[in-house]
């Protein structure tokens, strides 16, 4: 990708992936999302969003070949085993060297001139884990300014957009991925993949997860 001619990179980066073999064949789904349409007068519509919802792009990795950048296999057992210490009822057990844990990311940061919130996932045994740019999958991001909030205070357009993102995880956990013999075509096992961490801002988890308890910066540092 530093090929690319300077001032052009966002207008090569998706040809020369393609060139190069590192695009997926991952499907965009869309989504409906309640949207605010315009803040001054505090309209709300909904709106077809655009996702890259996990299980399609972890299957679609599985197809290319490229299971290594999703974990590690000889660790995973010992990475349950300790995680169960503290979970001993978790429905992972007794399928520890089959289950691959993922972590769920969000974040809010500036982009076009405005804040925008991002949701990736993160394969917890990545080998490439100390690089967010090889380990943090985008699924998809949503402008803050089109947030729309019930008379509670809940973000009803990121719980949209979580919800979908949940279905697609508990297929993952609860259907899983099947291996194929690359040779053979003939299926040797079934991976599942399942949330072990989720992390973020405060923000996103505060709005994800509606939290009652809410410090502004103001407030934490007064």
């Known amino acids: 990708m ?4 300077v001032g052009q990179h966002e ?6 992936a393609a ?18 349409t315009d803040q001054n007068a505090g309209t709300v519509g909904i709106e077809t969003w655009p996702i890259l919802l996990p299980a399609d792009l972890v299957a679609a990795m599985i197809k290319n070949g490229d299971l290594r950048f999703l974990t590690q296999l000889d660790k995973m057992e010992d990475y349950w085993k300790h995680l169960l210490k503290d979970y001993p009822n978790h429905p992972v057990v ?11 990311y969000g974040d809010e940061g500036q982009a076009l001139g405005g804040s925008w919130m991002n949701y ?12 967010s ?32 993102i949940r279905d697609s995880f508990n297929s993952l956990s609860r259907t899983g991925v099947p291996i194929q013999d690359p040779e053979t075509g003939e299926c040797v096992c ?15 988890l505060y709005q994800t997860f509606n939290f009652q308890r809410y410090a502004t910066y103001e407030e934490a540092n007064g």
């Not at 060139?19 to 605010?36: V, W």
């Not at 729309?148 to 990121?158: A, C, M, R, S, Y």
């Not at 079934?190 to 923000?203: Q, R, S």
């Open 2 to 5: 530093s090929h690319a001619r």
């Open 11 to 16: 207008l090569n980066v998706h040809r020369k």
């Open 19 to 36: 060139r190069e073999g590192l695009s997926y064949d991952a499907k965009i789904s869309y989504i409906e999302l309640p949207i605010c």
């Open 94 to 104: 007794g399928q520890e060297a089959m289950s691959v844990p993922l972590t769920l």
């Open 120 to 131: 990736h996932f993160c394969p917890s045994l990545s080998p490439c884990i100390s690089n």
């Open 133 to 164: 740019a090889c380990s943090r999958f985008l699924m998809c991001c949503i402008p803050a300014a089109m947030y729309v909030f019930d008379e509670h205070g809940v973000n009803l357009t990121l719980q949209a957009a979580t919800a979908a």
């Open 190 to 204: 079934t991976l599942k993949f399942w949330i072990a961490h989720v992390t973020g801002d405060w923000k996103f």
